[in-house]
Structure formats: structure tokens, C-alpha cells
């Protein structure tokens, strides 16, 4: 296909562009870094890998509306100056997938030329201002957020296609993260390989973009990540906060650096600066401003980086060398990786639960983790929650050997945290290999050889007591050959300080998050148990319950449900929804209807080890608890005052019924399971043993 001017014209200034960039960058950088910069340029990303998007056919115009409120949440200020095919493609896309937060679209026409104003007249429900004059984007950008009336602004380039869903996520971060000041999108070429998320700053101002020219959903940059700064062009921050920071600063002006400028600004007020890649804009670097750092308005580009230097100075000082390798320099915080057999499932067990909520205190803490499940499996939406929590989740086909990726990863981290000993047993000679200046540390979960032998000696089975054992010496060997080992409870402590006196054993429960005490005991009604159904416990849990204990219930109190939740069901537990009142409801995937409107929690529990997440569930949620002394092993609870416990059949019928029929017994226990749940169960109970045993406070 023959080039015409415009396409030589761009090709040119491409050329230039990246020789005075590589020349500038060979003066700061030196050769290696520079050298590696410029392989990132020729980077090939596969066709499969490549992210899936949605960019509007070119069609003559047509009038059409775009999203509008009167009571805009977000206010999306779009800064244009010609290039009208460019805006409305953008407004085109914008409009075809409407985000379900309410909000305003505001383009400001910095001076256009060409048909922009004719024709964005024509668009209903659109903010068109136009300038009296040309002054540049930051000019036009200032101008839009004076006029915005939304809780949020949106900065968004005129020559992007925004995907669909990209706004409610920004806008979610917020929400998800208190801490959050700014938030920018993941920025993807037209081809669908990654332009940026988000960026780093070196100590003397000049910046480098993450992921460039790589995959979108590669692990490292999948995943909700800190950054010092996201390019403007799709940008979402507090309107206040905006204000407050005195909008983009006019010294920069007529454009480049002020998004940099506005991050640092954000970054002072002790507010973070995200990159969401769950939002994705499809951007067409270059359009208006081109790439050529020696002519035009990209010209700015040198001259601010020099003022923005100045300006920040002291924050300067602290940024990494500009011939530091990005990836590395962005790891200024302790680095965890967490192994487990799989992707946790928080909403179907409770080990699930306490590792999505120890990786989420790990973020809190200010660590950076990796996540790797040992069979590599993405696991659609649990995966996207740990990303969502800035979690690197690592998944085929992105690993495929473990000690190929450890040979490539391991000098990241300076801890490895893995669960379960059939999972370290086989890591261990790898991570001592190479990660060798990590810290191994064993996650017990909860002591199998424990949980087993007792299911063993209930059933009288010789053949599962033989098992026991053995697993015993491989659980022991592990915590031999940890640096330390974690366990949920005292009691299993004082096990292995007769076990494996040697071992530095440290606990670190259940963690849970307090829900608060839900309905009234008069709006609660009916009795619950919870727990999956792959644990053997459960399924003898449940079986003794409804064989023993439901008919002595039920003899006095015929009104009763028992509802029975938990996934994976095997036969012998559906079998049971045959008996009078019993539900077997299977995996419910939110558990808040059952927790905070069902009156009585059972936990029969005859066998098992570790601390019960059945129990911390109910108890966070203001549900008092009725459960055999198994249940409750090691939770600080006592019978009458935070739990009612029985162990005999009719003992526990009893203490059902008793519970059920008493409101002041009832409240006393509600509150002070809640209080029990806080005190030892939450994330803050935790989080002195996580900063000295997994952040190395003390070492």
C-alpha cells in the first residue's frame, strides 16, 4: 500500500523522535538501560495475547446522544483542538457503552479550526465550551474541571476509545481503596499490546512507563498497582482534591508534565497513585502532539521536565537512579511471595478467607506480593479478585516450570510464605536455590497430621491412623526445614514445642473482618451451619447433626429450618434434605442473608483441627454459636458467656433450643462474639505478628 504525506510525515517524526530519545536517554541512562529501552520498542506481543477491544467503525457523522446527568457522579472533561473525527470516536464509544455511575461529558474546544465545533453541536447531552482563544491542554483542562459539577473529574484525551466498563472501575477504586487519590487507566494501542500502566520517576525527572509495548494482562501488570505517576490521558481524581492541589499547574504550560506534576501533588497529600487495569482506553499516542521531541508542542516536554525538577527537588531525591532497571526500582517495598495448591476461594472455606485476608493486610502494610498457585490455573474471578486488591497473581501461560520462574523471580522477594506442607515439600529445594535470601516460611493452615489422627481414632480405623503418621513426619520435616512456621492456634503451638521443640512456631489465626451484629433477635429466625464440603469434618458434622440432633429439635420446635451451607455436596449430605425442615442449600455465594438473619449458628464439629472459620464467620456477623468443644479448640471463647458448647447429642439439642428461646442469653452471646472476633480474629489482631515473622521487623 502506497504512503501518502501524512503517513511519511508521522513515519519521520517517529524516527526522530526515538533518536533524540534514545540520545537523551544514553546521556542519563548510560548504554544498558538505554539498550533495553529501545528492545522494548520492537517488542512482539502474539496475536492470542493481545488484549480484545472495541473500537468503533468509521462511519459518515450522524447526530447522536452521550450519556448525561444532571447530578453527574464523574465529570469527563475531554480538552480538544481539531482532530474532530479523533473526538467523536471518543464520544462515539463513549456512548455506545454507557458506564452506570451518572455523569457528564464536557468537551473543551481549545480554539478548533476544522468542523469540531459545527459538529459537536449536534451531539445531544453534551457540555461543548469553547474557548476564546488557543491556550493549551492544561488551559482547556483547568477550564473543564471549573465547570464541572461532579464528585470526581475524568481527564480523557480526545484521541482515545474508551472500553466498556472503564469508568464504574476507576470509580470503584475509590471506594475500594479509602486511600486512593488518583487513579489512571491502563493505556493499550490499537494493536492491543500494553502503552503504559502507569509509570516511574527517576531522581532526576525523567520517567518511564510500565509494561510498554508488553501484554495487558501479564501478571505484573494485571494487577491494581502503585505508581508515581499515570499519563493524563485517562486520568480520574476527587474534584476537591484537584482544587485543593490548585489544578494543573499553569507553569507547565501549554502541556506535558503537569500529570506528572498533579501525581507528585496527590503523592505530598499522602494520598496514593493507582493504576486500574480492570479499566482499559485504547490510546492513540501521538495524534495531536506527535512524538518528535525537537519540534512542536512535544518540544515542552524537555523544557518541563527541567521545571519539574526544580520544583520537586527534595521529593526527587528520594526516586531511584535513572539508571536503575524500572521493574526492579519499582520494588522500594518488601517483597512476599505467597504459595498455595490453588487460588483461594474466600467465599467457599475458611483457609481461603484467612489468606485473602492476610494478602490483603500484606497491601495495607505497605508489601508488595506475588501470588502463585502450584497448579497454575487462573481462576476467573477469584484470581481477579486477589488483582483487584494489588495482588501479582502469576497463572499459565505465563509460567509453565516452576524453577524456570523462580530462576527469573527469585531475587525479588525477601520472604516465601507457602501453605501446606505437601506444597512446601516440593518448592523448598527450588526457593533455597534460588531465592536464597528469602525467608521460608511454613503456613501450617492448620496441622493436618493433627486434624487426621483425630478422624482416625473416632472412626477406629487402624489404616487412617497409619496415614496419620506419616503425614506427621512430613509435616514435621517441613517445619524443620522452615526459617518459621505458622499455626492457627495455642493449642497447636504447645503441640509442636513438644513435636519439634526446635522450630520457631508463631501464630497467626483466622483473620476476619467485623460485620457488625446484623438484625435483632426478634427479626432472626431458624438455625444455620456453614462450612464446604470437600473437609471430612463437615460432612461428619452435619450427618451426626441431622441423624442425632435435629429430631430432639424438632420434637419441641416443629417451626425450625436448619439451613445446611457449603459446596461441593456429596450424595450423603444431599440425601439429607429429605428430613422434615432441613435445606441443603450448596455453595451460596454471599453468605450475609444467612449470617445476619438466621438466629442460632451450629457448629457439631466431632473431629478437626485448627481454629473454626464457621465459628469467626457467625460470631463477626453478631450470630451467636452453639458447638461441640472440638469447634471451638483454641478461640478464647467460654461456654456461657460467648458460646454454648455440648458435646452429647442431647446436650446440644438443648443448648439449641435454650439459646433460641432466650433473648438476653442470645444478646450477651451476639456481642460478646463479636468482641471475641475483634480482639483476636481481626485483621488488626494480626498485624503485629505479621510485620515481625513476615515483614522482619526483627531481623
Given at each position: 500500500?502506497a504512503?501518502?504525506r501524512?503517513d ?37 506481543v ?25 447530578a ?24 455506545a ?24 453541536l449536534?451531539?445531544?447531552g ?29 481527564f480523557?484525551?480526545n ?8 469508568l ?6 475509590f471506594?475500594a ?14 494493536d ?8 516511574i ?7 518511564h512507563n ?10 505484573r501488570?494485571?494487577c ?16 476537591a482534591?484537584f ?32 493504576c ?9 499516542e501521538?495524534v ?13 516536554q ?36 505467597i504459595?498455595?495448591?490453588a487460588?483461594?476461594?474466600a467465599?467457599?472455606?475458611?483457609a ?10 500484606l497491601?495495607?502494610?505497605g ?20 488483582q ?12 509453565t ?50 486434624r ?21 513426619r512430613?509435616?514435621l ?7 518459621a ?22 501464630i ?56 445446611c451451607?457449603?459446596?461441593d ?18 455453595h451460596?455465594p454471599?453468605?450475609?442473608?444467612y ?7 451450629l ?9 473454626k ?18 469447634a ?44 471475641n472476633?475483634e ?7 494480626a498485624?503485629?505478628?505479621?510485620r ?8
Open positions: 500500500m504512503l501518502n501524512t511519511l510525515r508521522f513515519l519521520y517524526r517517529r524516527v526522530t523522535g526515538l533518536f533524540w530519545r534514545g540520545l537523551a536517554s544514553l546521556r542519563t541512562r548510560g548504554l544498558g538501560p538505554t539498550w533495553s529501552r529501545v528492545r522494548q520498542q520492537f517488542r512482539r502474539p496475536a492470542e495475547r493481545r488484549a480484545a477491544l472495541y473500537l468503533p467503525e468509521p462511519v459518515p457523522f450522524a447526530p447522536f446522544a452521550v450519556p448525561h446527568s444532571a453527574p457522579r464523574a465529570s469527563v472533561v475531554i480538552p480538544v483542538y481539531n482532530q474532530c473525527a479523533h473526538t467523536v470516536t471518543c464520544l462515539r464509544a463513549l456512548a457503552h454507557p458506564p452506570q455511575a451518572a455523569m457528564e461529558i464536557i468537551v473543551v474546544d481549545d480554539g478548533s479550526c476544522d468542523e469540531t465545533e459545527s459538529t459537536l449536534q451531539v445531544e453534551l457540555r461543548y465550551h469553547r474557548r476564546r482563544e488557543n491556550g493549551g491542554f492544561i488551559a482547556a483542562c483547568n477550564d473543564g474541571a471549573a465547570l464541572a459539577r461532579g464528585e470526581y473529574l475524568v480523557l484525551n484521541d482515545t476509545v474508551p472500553q466498556p466498563g472503564w464504574d472501575r476507576l470509580l470503584d477504586t471506594a481503596r479509602p486511600g486512593a487519590g488518583l487513579v489512571g487507566a491502563q493505556l493499550i494501542y490499537p492491543g499490546r500494553l502503552q503504559e500502566a502507569g509509570g520517576v527517576f531522581s532526576d525527572g525523567s520517567a510500565y509494561g510498554r509495548f508488553g501484554d495487558p494482562d501479564d501478571p501488570y494485571a491494581l498497582r502503585e505508581a508515581d505517576y499515570c499519563s493524563g490521558a485517562a486520568i480520574t481524581v476527587p474534584r482534591l482544587m485543593q492541589a490548585g489544578g494543573f499547574d499553569t507553569r507547565y504550560a501549554p502541556a506535558y508534565y503537569e500529570d506528572t506534576d498533579l501525581a507528585f501533588a496527590v503523592r505530598a497529600a499522602g494520598r496514593q497513585v493507582l486500574q487495569p480492570a479499566a482499559r482506553v485504547v490510546h492513540l501521538g495531536t502532539a506527535g512524538t518528535d521531541l525537537g519540534s512542536g508542542v512535544k518540544a515542552y524537555v523544557r518541563n521536565r527541567a521545571i519539574f525538577a526544580e520544583k520537586w527537588r527534595e521529593a526527587l531525591a528520594a526516586q531511584p537512579s535513572p539508571r536503575a532497571d524500572p521493574e526492579a526500582a519499582a520494588d522500594r517495598r518488601a517483597r512476599l511471595l504459595v498455595d495448591s487460588t483461594p476461594r467465599d467457599r472455606d475458611s481461603s478467607l484467612r489468606l485473602v485476608n492476610l494478602m490483603q493486610l497491601g495495607q502494610e508489601a508488595r506480593v506475588t501470588f502463585l498457585p502450584a497448579d497454575f490455573n487462573h481462576a476467573g474471578r477469584y484470581t481477579e479478585a486477589l483487584q486488591l494489588g495482588v501479582e497473581c502469576w497463572h499459565a501461560p505465563y509460567i516450570s516452576v524453577s524456570a520462574w523462580l530462576r527469573e523471580h527469585g531475587r525479588r522477594f525477601d520472604a516465601a510464605v507457602v501453605c501446606r506442607h505437601y506444597v512446601l515439600r516440593e518448592w523448598l529445594p527450588l526457593l533455597r536455590r534460588y531465592a536464597p535470601q528469602a525467608r521460608i516460611v511454613f503456613d501450617t493452615v492448620d496441622l493436618h497430621y493433627l487426621e489422627r483425630r478422624g482416625a481414632e473416632l472412626a477406629g480405623d487402624p489404616a487412617l491412623l497409619r496415614a496419620a503418621e506419616r503425614t506427621r512430613l509435616e520435616e517441613m517445619i524443620g526445614a522452615a526459617d512456621t505458622l499455626v492457627v492456634s495455642e493449642v497447636e503451638r504447645e503441640l509442636l514445642a513438644r513435636d519439634a521443640p526446635r522450630a520457631r512456631v508463631e497467626l489465626s483466622n483473620l476476619h473482618r467485623v460485620h457488625g451484629p446484623g438484625l435483632p433477635y426478634e427479626q432472626r429466625r431458624d438455625l444455620v451451619f456453614v462450612g464446604g464440603f470437600r473437609h471430612p469434618p463437615n460432612v461428619d458434622a452435619v450427618r451426626w447433626f441431622v441423624a442425632e440432633i435435629w429430631p430432639r429439635i424438632r420434637a419441641e420446635a416443629p417451626e425450625l429450618v436448619f439451613h451451607i457449603g459446596g455436596v456429596p450424595a450423603e449430605v444431599a440425601a439429607l434434605a429429605a428430613q422434615p425442615g432441613v435445606r441443603v442449600h450448596g451460596v454471599d453468605l450475609t442473608p449470617m445476619e438473619g438466621a438466629r442460632v449458628a457448629a457439631p464439629l466431632r473431629f478437626g483441627a485448627g481454629v472459620g464457621k465459628v469467626n464467620l457467625s460470631m463477626a456477623h453478631g450470630q451467636p454459636v452453639v458447638a461441640t468443644a472440638c471451638v479448640e483454641g478461640m478464647h471463647l467460654r461456654d456461657g458467656e460467648d458460646v454454648l458448647l455440648a458435646d452429647d447429642a442431647a446436650d446440644f439439642a438443648a443448648a439449641v433450643l435454650r439459646l433460641y428461646r432466650d433473648p438476653a442469653l442470645w444478646q450477651r452471646l451476639a456481642a460478646n462474639g463479636l468482641a472476633v480482639r483476636h480474629f481481626s485483621l488488626d489482631a498485624r503485629s505478628t505479621v515481625r515473622v513476615l515483614l522482619g521487623d526483627a531481623q
